[in-house]
Each structure stands twice: as C-alpha cells, then as structure tokens.
C-alpha cells in the first residue's frame, strides 16, 4: 500500500465517511466557491487557517472531484500553497499534483469495489472521477 492509499485509509477510518465535503468541513477547512477562470481550485493556508477553492461554474461532479484533489494536498502537502489545478494542465503535472490526483481517486472509491460486469472506465465513472483521471488509480 503506497503512503497516498494508507492517508485515504486512514481518514475512511476516522470519519467514516468518503465524501471530501464533509471531511474537509470536520477538519476546519474553508471551502470558497469562486470565479476562477480556467482554474479548477486551489488549496492554500492563509494565517494557519486551510482553504480550499472551488469554481464556482463546474459540475457538481467536478466539484467533488476537486475538493477531494484540494484535500489531497491538505493531507500530503499541508504547507504548499499548491499551484493551480488548470483544466488544460491535467496531465502537465508535478510530483505534487500527481499525488493530489492519486490521493483523490482512491478517496471518491473508498471502500468501493466494481460490479462483476463494470469495466474499469465505469467504475471509477460511478464514484466520481474525471475520465481524464483514471490513469491515476
Ligand atoms: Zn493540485
């Protein structure tokens, strides 16, 4: 098990729960939805206290895929001001965003396993994450 899947892990356990809103709202983290253009969102930490940012014009599905990535480096990398999640950059990423991205995948699948005739693309559809993303799990 990478360090990425035992923090998921880790969190299943503490909030039994897999929903990046609700665990980001048990850990004090701010959640802003925002005109932010081409951005997706963006974590910060602004005089101690964790923020995460949303656009406000995404899906829901989108959403949730992006408060889980901004949690992600909450829990990875807690004192990064991490570079934008870009929607045109997906894949031009760093060391970071890679672990983000992985971090959110297994997070959105939780405990989840496919149905005995899903494929791959379907399940990982099912809880949540981009097409653009399943090369991260
Ligand atoms: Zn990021």
């Not at 963006?42 to 899906?59: A, D, G, K, Q, S």
């Amino acid at each position: 098990m990478s360090i990425v899947q035992r923090e998921v892990s880790n969190l299943l356990m503490k909030y039994g729960t897999n929903n990046p809103f609700d665990i980001s709202s048990q850990k004090n983290i701010l959640i802003f939805y925002e005109e932010l253009g081409d951005i997706w969102g963006y974590y910060n930490l602004f005089v101690r206290v964790p923020m995460i940012h949303i656009n406000n014009e995404l899906t829901e599905f989108n959403s949730r895929f992006t408060c889980a990535h901004e949690l992600g480096h909450y829990i990875l990398h807690p004192n990064v001001n991490t570079p934008f999640l870009k929607k045109n950059t997906l894949f031009c990423v760093s060391k970071i965003e890679r672990e983000a991205n992985h971090f959110a995948t297994h997070l959105l699948i939780g405990n989840d396993v496919p149905y005995p005739d899903e494929t791959k693309a379907q399940f990982l559809t099912r809880n949540g994450i981009p097409s653009n993303m399943h090369g991260f799990y």
